[in-house]
């Protein structure tokens, strides 16, 4: 990275606005630099985000990037007080939309001509399957049986199976991630074609399930080209679903809308109108396919520049021969096509946000964020066509500061939607494996702009920071039902002086890049310092100030849902019980707590005692079921430990399956807290110690008593019988063996050792004798 201190090129330098302690990683530059909105007044903010492209389902990879983009515009608006005018694109025309488009809608109309799975659909997934082999799995022999499939995939492609390269000499990469789709692909039409039963309509949905993606690009080869190009519903069909799709994953994530939606299909007029001023600008050039840019035209004039995002990449452009880049296509047969003076044709890739951010936000753009991997082409070709729009001179600024999100990737792998290999956002919120919150925490300690792999060490560190500041938010609520009555005060100077470093240093992390991984250490810090701090020398109020502080910072970070952060609100959600069991619960909790104390202390628990405990509180039905059980226990004239008992038993039971817990502390009442994941995993994990004690306990003494047992049975038989085998030919009177089965004379020192284990097992068998007659 390089050094904040360079020199910014011309082209770099933002519009002078009035100043602002906030700097930003400006990718323009590779370094920070001090942000300056182009509003004179320095409160507007203009900001266009890349948004999805609407095919798939959103995964954990996109959440990565929205939510972060999320977390800056909050802070922007919320703290550094800015008015953010927040665009975001919907991508429904491009190269991928139009594939999976015309592919789903040719699939549908398969389907529906085929209610049963007929012999016909058998040999077209046959033959389908055929043609992906080929295509995509070329070790494999063509003709490949799909009873064979599996055998000669597992030899033919054993080294990536067992996670190398291909020739088995390294590790492996994409083209490997792609093989192992592949198989899979194939694997699942192999399944479908292979299935004993195709009847029902569960069987039919599991074939049409397994067949699909084998089945897509074979009917696209022999009907694509038939769609009509004046029919955009076919393809708006599938992008409508899938931008419904992400707009709920979105919300699921708490991630705010956008001011602003632009679809690329309602702007294709504006694209036309905007290529045609590039063209007459001399930018751009009619080829027989489209339009192009041209990046020679533009690099003649003064203080245009190419690829200023990444700078190295023209060098590898030029060598091929394709540095130019498409503006407008001229539509193929089976892709929909709009009017336009280069006749029929669609928007290339990059022209979209150009125009659709040019006819949002104007000619000039504080901030355009997006990927890290939309640096080139993409944005660059964003940045080089929008500045021959708007100006013939050269040196145009458009966007004055890039923010780009870093990659997520799970074990060291980038998650993408063209290799298949990703967990969705509403799969990963479905299952449990995280919450937005705890994603949201994820990102926020990685930070914006830098990679991030999600470890088991960093899972932890999430779920860590979660727990304790939850476990901070309870304590500092509870001072509301508990106060603390007899503070001294003696502590509140350190503490305040804790709060306002924190609040200097949070500040001084997000002035500086939103740096996120700083500012959350800050607030961990002020809740070790309050919680090691002598509870009985610190004030409520100065307590209460801390939460309100750390609520606030973690409600802009966007960790509580649509909570305002600036209501002097203490807390996020999850961490309040129920309001209608409150009035119930506290008063069960302050009854719990003097028997409790009176019972610890072995102090005065007589009925009389307890009937003025129990009447301090508004009698309610649950409430008289506990009293009745201490009233019992009273009149049995029951030990303290019965008390601590009943006490336990109305935490670790009842309130528990009322999803309440008590968690007592020493010389203070017990918190009220509801169950959480964090105390249902403590209480399973408990649980399975005391299972594995038990069992061992169980195991133990179930071989104890077959011991027992053994040893038992082995003491009826008689010494003189011991040895009755046919092993042996004769015996002396007692029993002991004296030549073996052949007739030839015991060896002395085997008959030695017979003898010592006869007059163990006649000791044995006396003692089961005396037994018997005494019984």
Not at 147 to 165: I, P, T
Not at 269 to 289: C, K, L, M, W
Not at 645 to 658: G, I, M, P, Y
Not at 712 to 741: H, L, N, R
Request: net charge negative.
């Amino acid at each position: 990275m390089a050094s904040t201190s360079r020199q910014q090129p011309s082209w770099a330098e933002p519009h002078s606005g009035s100043p602002s302690k906030l700097s930003l990683y400006n990718s323009l530059v590779r370094a920070k630099t001090p942000f300056r909105p182009v509003d004179p007044e320095g409160k507007s903010v203009t900001w266009y985000s890349c948004g999805p492209t609407v095919y798939d389902d959103a995964h954990l990879g996109h959440a990565r990037n929205y939510t972060s983009n999320d977390i800056l515009r909050r802070i922007m608006n919320d703290y550094f007080g800015f008015d953010v005018q927040f665009v975001q694109n919907i991508t429904d025309i491009d190269d991928k939309i139009i594939l999976r488009g015309r592919q789903a809608h040719l699939l549908s109309n398969f389907q529906s001509e085929h209610a049963q799975i007929t012999d016909d659909v058998l040999a077209t997934t046959s033959k389908a399957f055929d043609a992906y082999i080929k295509k995509n799995l070329p070790l494999l022999n063509p003709g490949l049986k799909p009873e064979d499939f599996k055998k000669e995939s597992a030899e033919k492609y054993a080294a990536v199976l067992k996670g190398k390269s291909v020739d088995g000499t390294g590790p492996p990469g994409d083209k490997e991630a792609k093989i192992k789709m592949h198989l899979k692909t194939a694997g699942n039409a192999v399944t479908a074609l292979l299935s004993p039963s195709r009847s029902s309509n569960e069987d039919i949905a599991k074939f049409w399930e397994g067949a699909e993606d084998v089945l897509l690009p074979y009917l696209d080869s022999l009907h694509g080209t038939s769609i009509s190009s004046s029919d955009h519903g076919i393809f708006t069909a599938l992008t409508k679903k899938y931008e419904d799709r992400f707009n709920a994953d979105m919300e699921a994530l708490n991630v705010l809308p956008p001011n602003v939606v632009t679809r690329v299909s309602e702007y294709v007029p504006q694209i036309v109108a905007f290529t045609e001023r590039i063209v007459s600008n001399g930018f751009a050039y009619q080829a027989g396919d489209g339009v192009y840019f041209d990046i020679a035209a533009f690099e003649k004039v003064k203080n245009n520049h190419y690829a200023r995002l990444e700078p190295w990449e023209p060098d590898e452009h030029r060598l091929t021969g394709r540095r130019d880049f498409s503006l407008w296509k001229t539509s193929k047969p089976g892709e929909p096509a709009w009017d336009s003076p280069w006749g029929p044709g669609r928007p290339g890739w990059h022209i979209e946000c150009s125009v659709m951010a040019s006819e949002a936000l104007g000619s000039q753009i504080d901030i355009h964020s997006g990927g890290i991997d939309l640096c080139f082409p993409h944005h660059d070709n964003e940045l080089a066509q929008s500045e021959a729009y708007w100006s013939t001179e050269g040196g145009h600024q458009w966007i004055n500061y890039f923010l780009h999100m870093g990659h997520l990737s799970i074990a060291g792998s980038k998650m993408s939607k063209s290799l298949k290999n990703f967990t969705t956002i509403r799969e990963a919120l479905a299952r449990g494996d995280w919450t937005s919150r705890s994603l949201r925490i994820i990102f926020l300690l990685g930070g914006w702009h830098d990679g991030i792999e999600i470890t088991d060490d960093m899972k932890k560190a999430g779920s860590s920071f979660e727990s304790y500041v939850t476990n901070f938010f309870l304590r500092i609520k509870d001072l509301k039902i508990h106060p603390n009555t007899t503070s001294t005060g003696t502590e509140d100077a350190k503490i305040k002086a804790a709060l306002e470093s924190a609040k200097s240093k949070v500040h001084e992390a997000l002035a500086d890049s939103f740096d996120t991984p700083a500012a959350i250490r800050a607030i961990r810090g002020l809740i070790e310092d309050w919680n090691t701090a002598d509870k009985a020398g610190l004030s409520d109020d100065v307590s209460r100030d801390l939460g309100v502080f750390v609520t606030r910072i973690l409600r802009i970070f966007g960790l509580d849902g649509k909570a305002d952060p600036n209501d002097g609100g203490i807390g996020w959600s999850g961490i309040d019980i129920p309001e209608v069991s409150k009035e119930f619960v506290y008063a069960a909790s302050r009854l719990r707590d003097e028997v409790r104390q009176r019972a610890i202390a072995k102090d005065d628990l007589s009925e009389e005692t307890l009937n003025s405990v129990i009447s301090k509180d508004k009698p309610s039905k649950q409430q008289d079921a506990a009293a009745e059980d201490l009233l019992r226990l009273s009149q049995q004239k029951s030990e303290a430990k019965d008390f601590l008992e009943l006490s336990d038993r109305l935490r670790d039971v009842h309130l528990w399956k009322a999803g309440v817990y008590l968690e007592d502390r020493t010389n203070a009442p017990a918190m009220v807290r509801p169950v959480d994941a964090e105390l249902r995993a403590e209480r399973e994990q408990k649980e399975a110690i005391a299972r594995k004690k038990a069992e061992a306990k169980q195991q133990r003494e179930r071989e104890e008593a077959e011991k027992k047992a053994k040893l038992a049975a082995q003491a009826k038989i008689s010494p003189k019988d011991m040895f009755k085998t046919e092993e042996y030919s004769a015996w002396d009177d007692d029993g002991v063996p004296t030549k073996d089965k052949e007739g030839a004379d015991v060896l002395k020192s085997k008959a030695k050792k017979l003898r010592k284990e006869w007059e163990k097992q006649k000791k044995l068998h006396d003692e089961h004798l005396k037994g018997v007659g005494s019984s």
